[in-house]
């Protein structure tokens, strides 16, 4: 039971990638019957339609290539001890004292201005930003330290 706790978002995420998938080859499926129909109209739509499991496929690609980055990363500052220690108070939901993760949030950001070229330090504060709730400035971060992650020399 312990495993399906530990990766229940790996589980999660392959089953929104099967749904995904699935929805993608109906779309794909749907928009060639349109094509192939003599009405104009049909064809016209089944263009647009088109367009449909093409973005969902590269939105999927890229979301999964992203996460599989995200993981590398998480690993390696692992492996090298310099994870945040996630010790922050939790309401009895489960979920982050606000004000806990706001205190600590100045240290991450103070880090991330002395080290702008670091990749370790955009993904510390990235994770908080995650904490203080600001989740779209926390992908935004991760997506700055991915960045750097894949230029790194080290």
């Known amino acids: ?12 995420v392959v089953f929104v990638t ?9 779309a794909l499926q749907r928009s060639v019957l349109l094509l192939t129909d003599p009405n104009p109209v049909a064809k016209a739509l089944g263009a647009a339609y088109l367009l449909l499991p093409l ?26 001890g310099g994870l945040p220690v996630d010790d922050l108070p939790r ?8 004000e ?5 949030f100045p240290a991450y950001q103070a880090e991330t201005e002395a080290n702008p070229g670091d990749w370790r330090s955009w993904f510390r504060l990235s994770c908080a930003y995650d904490a203080a709730g ?7 971060s991760m997506r700055h330290a991915a960045k750097l992650f894949g230029a790194r020399r080290d």
């Not at 039971?1 to 999660?12: A, D, S």
């Not at 309401?91 to 606000?98: D, E, M, N, S």
Request: charged share 30%; aromatic share 6%.
């Open 91 to 98: 309401t009895p939901a489960g979920r982050i004292v606000r």
């Open 134 to 140: 600001d989740r779209t400035r926390a992908r935004r």
């Open 18 to 26: 099967v749904l995904l998938a699935f929805w993608l080859v109906v």
């Open 55 to 80: 973005i969902g496929a590269w939105a999927l690609v890229r979301e999964l290539l992203f996460g599989a980055q995200t993981e590398r990363m998480a690993s390696r500052l692992h492996a090298e």
């Open 1 to 12: 039971m312990e495993t399906v706790k530990q990766h229940r978002v790996k589980i999660g």
């Open 100 to 104: 806990a993760a706001d205190a600590r």
